[in-house]
Nanobody, 118 residues
Framework: QVQLVESGGGLVQAGGSLRLSCVVSGSIGSVNGVGWYRQAPGKQREQVAVVGNLGSTTYADSVKGRFTISRDNAKNTVYLQMNSLKPEDTAVYYC????????????WGPGTQVTVAS
């Protein structure tokens, strides 16, 4: 089992910045990658950024150049630095941990609300 807890959400003006944190606990050794997803009202959950165990990163086109995902293995924490925020970034942001072995499984945190005011 893997447990995830997000923090760092809040209300910010357009153009501002926020840093989200995701603390990972439990069977950390089984985790293949950790990512951030978001879900806006009335929309499907979408992938924002993912960091693999070897440090490779993937970003959604809509956040490239503005968001940065990073990990601190000593603290079992994954961060999402969000700069130049736009109102369309408003959503609940979820942390995800993916386990591939022995079977694929996805673990989710409860989410943290990010609201960007125009």
């Amino acid at each position: 089992q893997v447990q995830l807890v997000e923090s760092g959400g809040g209300l910010v003006q357009a153009g501002g910045s926020l840093r989200l944190s995701c603390v990972v606990s439990g069977s950390i050794g089984s985790v293949n990658g950790v990512g951030w997803y978001r879900q806006a009202p009335g929309k499907q959950r979408e992938q924002v950024a993912v960091v693999g165990n070897l440090g490779s990163t993937t970003y959604a086109d809509s956040v490239k150049g503005r968001f940065t995902i990073s990990r601190d293995n000593a603290k079992n924490t994954v961060y999402l630095q969000m700069n130049s925020l736009k109102p369309e970034d408003t959503a609940v942001y979820y942390c995800n941990a993916r386990v591939l072995l022995p079977i694929r499984n996805d673990y989710w945190g409860p989410g943290t609300q990010v609201t960007v005011a125009s």
